[in-house]
DNA sequence: TTGCTATATTGACAACCATCAATATATCCT
DNA sequence: AGGATATATTGATGGTTGTCAATATAGCAA
């Protein structure tokens, strides 16, 4: 093995000739689930926008902010923030009247770290 | 500042009073928008099992390789890497009456800079 | 108590998505 | 040409998702 890489490309099969065989699945259906499944859950506009908000804010966001920065409905904004909370990434605590939510940031920290896992491997 | 982390928290508002202000949105709705078309596009269980195949058999795999490999019919299977085409993350190229499918790695490169930028900036 | 505000839930509706059978297209082989 | 194989497209179907109006719940204030 020199410095120089060699242009050697791997043909284990030759174009034209007989395929469908040797091809296997690394990533388990089971994985390939439960990523998809947290992908699905930042893979929506306002929940991106949510997110964001809710990590440069931390503890001092109620709902009512939200509806004032985005362009849905109160209903629609309960209704995000529920499926962030059920999926884990975010809590509330409440003060009075105000529901306070913030991010859980180890389990965003675990997403990202699964999701780099993969993208890395590549690209 | 000492070495134990003080244990101050920030309230630049009271909880419990007036809120509804001051909170904006750093992400833009268009930036939001096209993340999570991205996003979007790989958070499916077999879309991701097809770009895990093709990431590790660069240039190798047909559509029969896919279909052999994965829980789904063959229109199904050409549905997904339509998709996948579209969204720039793959391509293919024929040889006699196969389709060999590649990964595009550049633009999965962009994409994961793209998503591990705002996954950083909140965990 | 009565009324006001913040948030959650319900139910309805439209839009979108995943899957497959059937069919079309294209290429190879004889 | 005719048959076989690989892939793409079409059309139908069932399921999921996003949104909102309306309503419910709950705390606060007078």
Redesign the interface.
Known sequence: MTIDTPMV?????A??SR???G?????S?AD??L??TQ??L????????I???L????????V????????IKQATVSHHLRLLREGGLIDCER??Q?A?YF?L?????V??ER??G??????
């Open positions: 490309i791997i043909e284990p099969r174009f034209g395929c469908c065989e091809v296997t699945v690394d990533l259906l390939a689930q990523l998809s992908l699905q930042i893979a929506h506009p306002v929940r991106l926008q997110l964001d908000i990590a440069r804010n931390a503890g001092q966001v109620c009512c902010d939200l509806e004032a920065a985005l362009p003060h009075g105000w306070y991010t940031q180890p389990a965003l920290a997403l990202r999701a780099l993969l993208l890395s491997a590549w690209a």
